[in-house]
């Protein structure tokens, strides 16, 4: 979200300069920058391969192709854009100073844009997939003799939320342009409506990408919780599944919860003190510039880290996902090994009858890889 950086900078980069603002380095500062820039560099390449992984485990298992991991493999793919677009941004801000442009010209200009706008839509994509997860996991629970009838209508929803996202950060392609300040450039944001237009505007982006939806994912939650502790089975239902498919019910639906829940909320706790920085901003005029620096760094890193985070909470939490990361590692491996042995190949596949992961066909290969040498040498 960039309303912490428009709150604490002057758009037109009129009079700035980076000799005439310099806050105190706190310890040494390229320690400072070698740990931020490391940081960063982490959260990219978790991103990139956690992220990754979630959009192949969900299209090479057809048995999770539910809507609720539609939706996230959704989630996956805005939070994908982040390492492409922002933590480059931030790397450079760390090792260069901040809103610096090191590209000119008009890929420079295009990529000033994009990389403010894409990181916005990524956000706000991914708070919307949240709330259609819980919405869609009210339905189950609720509703769960209709509850495949989610699935059909998750083609639109997902669109819809990519673009809500773009229409609400429009505005962004028109206000981002690269500012030349002393032979140096910067991306920086000229706005041609007035400061009280740009408030309203601010104010009304947090309302609706925070703030209504995170009301809306609590009271939806609360339903989800008491149905599930109160749960009476639906008319006509009683007699046709047994008890202990009534218990792995439940149990699936509260392991479901359990992860949609842990997801939502380390969400908003990333984003919290971004979230809470602007709205001090609004608010109170009298933070020093140097502490709000400072926290501005800390609270963009969280909120950046959560691209990284959401797959590990999918592979501790639901076993279809943790099979598929390690199948797909496996497979990874198994081709660098091929590479290395002459052709020799082990095939890592699901088993049909329990998902796991089977190597039943290495024998097999490696006595066809076998006969064929000994063919070769004849």
């Not at 005439?20 to 940081?39: N, R």
């Not at 926290?295 to 999918?314: G, P």
Request: charged share 15%.
């Amino acid at each position: 979200m960039d309303l912490a950086n428009k709150t604490t900078r002057n758009s037109s980069l009129g009079n700035f300069t980076t000799d005439s603002f310099q806050c105190p380095a706190i310890g040494d500062e390229m320690t400072s920058k070698a740990i931020q820039t490391t940081a960063y560099c982490i959260v990219l390449l978790l991103s990139l391969v956690g992220n990754t992984l979630i959009i192949l485990v969900v299209y090479r298992n057809p048995r999770m192709w539910s809507a609720s991991n539609y939706l996230i493999v959704n989630m996956a793919a805005s939070d994908l854009l982040l390492p492409f677009f922002a933590v480059p941004r931030m790397i450079v801000e760390v090792l260069v100073g901040r809103e610096r442009w090191l590209i000119g010209g008009t890929a420079g200009l295009a990529l000033c844009k994009l990389a403010y706008f894409l990181q916005d839509v990524s956000t706000a994509v991914s708070v919307q997939s949240l709330l259609a997860i819980t919405a869609e996991r009210f339905y189950v629970v609720m509703f769960p003799l209709k509850a495949t009838a989610m699935k059909s209508n998750i083609k639109y929803v997902i669109p819809l939320t990519w673009l809500t996202a773009v229409g609400l950060h429009s505005p962004y392609l028109q206000v981002f342009k690269l500012c030349p300040v002393q032979g140096k450039l910067y991306c920086c944001q000229r706005w041609s409506m007035s400061m009280q237009s740009q408030f309203m505007y601010f104010v009304f982006i947090l309302i609706l990408v925070f703030g209504v939806p995170l009301i809306s994912i609590v009271i939806l939650y609360a339903f989800i919780v008491y149905k599930l502790f109160r749960r009476k089975l639906p008319p006509g239902t009683r007699n046709s599944i047994t008890q202990d498919q009534r218990d792995q019910r439940d149990r699936q639906n509260r392991n479901i919860l359990k992860m949609a829940v842990t997801v939502v909320v380390t969400f908003f706790l990333c984003f919290s003190p971004l979230v809470t920085l602007a709205l001090l901003q609004l608010t109170t005029a009298s933070i020093g510039r140097c502490k709000t620096e400072t926290f501005r760094m800390i609270a963009k890193f969280f909120a950046q880290s959560n691209c990284a985070i959401n797959a590990f909470i999918y592979y501790a939490f639901n076993s279809q996902f943790r099979r598929g990361f390690i199948s797909n590692l496996q497979k990874m491996f198994c081709c660098h090994r091929r590479s290395n042995n002459n052709g020799l190949n082990i095939n890592v596949r699901y088993s049909t009858s329990s998902q796991r992961i089977s190597l039943l066909s290495e024998k097999r290969t490696t006595r066809t890889c076998s006969m064929r040498r000994a063919t070769s040498e004849e």
